[in-house]
């Protein structure tokens, strides 16, 4: 046995979705462009499918667009924003707190000759409206805003931002990476007035290997793979059915239960900052206090996180030391934020799901407590 505290990092595929993917390949198995009523049967699901995930996202099934991740989603979103806007200017505003799946192809614009603004955050990992309207120029032809920060829980102002670009008149498409907020916020696209977004199936409790990018009735995208013209022609490719099949499945139950989900995380996280600070000598909080309800990033000043990370692994209980995409790299939010270096050092990301057991922190509790017993003399 062991207790799972890295949601963030990804979740545990739920039973309903990995049947779902089950029938997709044992029953359904059909290729959804074949005329006959086997491949016809096969493109009515994908159709259902879709009509899932867009229901809980809340946004139309035809603004919907399967991808194979979060990643894909963003780089594609970038990619053709810029194409789109491409004759209006080179200039695009993000966060330094983005997932590296928005730094890393703004980093290789910024190569191209494209000018990059990063917003920065203050201590909480917090983006302030009135930096992100200083940055909006008449060339701007992008502003790229995760919903949730992946490794603090921080909601950022998206709808905002969505506000502050339609009264600026600058050209910019707005993107939002909310892999983070999917069924961890309730939010729909439209009522965020973004763009493009992008979600992705292994945070939510389906399995890795699939995401959508919402494009917004209306914007007409240039391809992301050209082929076969499945995705309305946008990403060609056979529809990888097993995977839609567990995505819909686990979005429509996402949503179906999302209020309790949330409460149950919002109830353990605040747990978790109330026991935390109380048991382990000098843990703090560095996540926001109106943060995403399933983040709670922490630390331990003085200690090494890889460390605890691992104490705590030989224990059976998994926490992250910061994003699971950044291993081995100090975590460029935790950096944006400017601590201190001992606190820098020790962070620590918790991050929960509908599936946490209620009864799982005072083993976490105590699990950290003795890593600071244990751990400290080595380090002093
Ligand atoms: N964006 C954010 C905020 C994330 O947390 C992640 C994954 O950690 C991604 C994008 C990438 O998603 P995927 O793992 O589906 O490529």
């Given amino acids: 046995m062991f207790l799972y505290f890295d949601n963030a990092a990804t979740t545990p595929v739920r039973p309903e979705a990995a049947q779902a993917a089950l029938e997709a390949m044992t029953r359904g198995w059909g290729n959804p462009s074949s005329v006959y009523s086997f491949g016809a049967q096969a493109a009515a699901q994908v159709k259902q499918w879709r009509a899932n995930v867009?229901?809980?996202?809340?946004?139309?099934?035809?603004?919907?667009?399967?991808?194979?991740?979060?990643?894909?989603?963003?780089?594609?979103?970038?990619?053709?924003?810029?194409?789109?806007?491409?004759?209006?200017?080179?200039?695009?505003?993000?966060?330094?707190?983005?997932?590296?799946?928005?730094?890393?192809?703004?980093?290789?614009?910024?190569?191209?000759?494209?000018?990059?603004?990063y917003l920065q955050p203050d201590r909480q990992?917090?983006?302030?409206?009135?930096?992100?309207?200083?940055?909006l120029r008449p060339d701007t032809v992008l502003v790229s805003m995760m919903l949730v920060n992946n490794e603090l829980g921080s909601v950022l102002p998206v709808a905002q931002a969505a506000q502050a670009i339609r009264r600026s008149g600058c050209p910019a498409l707005l993107h939002c990476d909310a892999v983070q907020g999917f069924l961890k916020l309730p939010f729909t696209p439209g009522a965020l007035g973004v763009d493009l977004l992008s979600i992705s199936g292994h945070k939510i409790h389906a399995p890795k290997g699939v995401g959508a990018l919402y494009i917004r009735k209306g914007l007409k995208l240039p391809p992301l793979i050209?082929?076969?013209?499945?995705?309305?022609?946008?990403?060609?490719?056979?529809?990888?059915?097993?995977?839609?099949?567990?995505?819909?499945?686990?979005?429509?139950?996402?949503?179906?239960?999302?209020?309790?989900?949330?409460?149950?995380?919002a109830a353990l996280r605040r747990e978790a900052a109330r026991l935390l600070p109380e048991r382990v000598p000098g843990l703090k909080i560095l996540s926001p206090e109106?943060?995403?309800?399933?983040?709670?990033?922490?630390?331990?000043?003085?200690?090494?996180?890889?460390?605890?990370?691992?104490?705590?692994?030989?224990?059976?209980?998994?926490?992250?030391?910061?994003?699971?995409?950044?291993?081995?790299?100090?975590?460029?939010?935790?950096?944006?934020?400017?601590?201190?270096?001992?606190?820098?050092?020790?962070?620590?990301?918790?991050s929960f799901s509908y599936d946490t057991p209620s009864d799982s922190l005072p083993e976490l509790a105590q699990a950290l407590s003795a890593a600071h017993d244990a751990l400290f003399p080595s380090l002093s």
């Avoid at 990992?125 to 940055?135: C, K, Q, R, T, Y």
Wanted: aromatic share 4%.
């Fill in 54 to 117: 867009a229901g809980a996202l809340g946004c139309l099934p035809e603004e919907l667009s399967f991808t194979s991740c979060g990643t894909e989603s963003d780089n594609w979103a970038i990619q053709a924003a810029l194409e789109l806007n491409r004759r209006k200017g080179r200039h695009i505003v993000t966060t330094a707190i983005e997932h590296a799946a928005v730094l890393e192809p703004c980093r290789a614009l910024e190569r191209q000759g494209y000018e990059v603004t």
């Fill in 290 to 350: 109106d943060g995403a309800p399933h983040i709670l990033a922490v630390t331990m000043p003085g200690y090494k996180s890889e460390v605890v990370v691992r104490f705590l692994s030989d224990r059976g209980i998994f926490l992250s030391s910061g994003s699971a995409c950044h291993r081995g790299r100090p975590s460029h939010v935790f950096a944006a934020l400017k601590l201190p270096k001992a606190e820098l050092d020790g962070a620590l990301r918790i």
């Fill in 226 to 265: 050209r082929g076969g013209g499945q995705e309305g022609g946008l990403r060609s490719g056979t529809e990888a059915t097993a995977q839609l099949a567990a995505f819909a499945a686990a979005a429509r139950l996402g949503a179906e239960s999302l209020n309790a989900g949330l409460a149950h995380m």
């Fill in 125 to 135: 990992g917090h983006i302030s409206l009135s930096a992100l309207e200083a940055a």
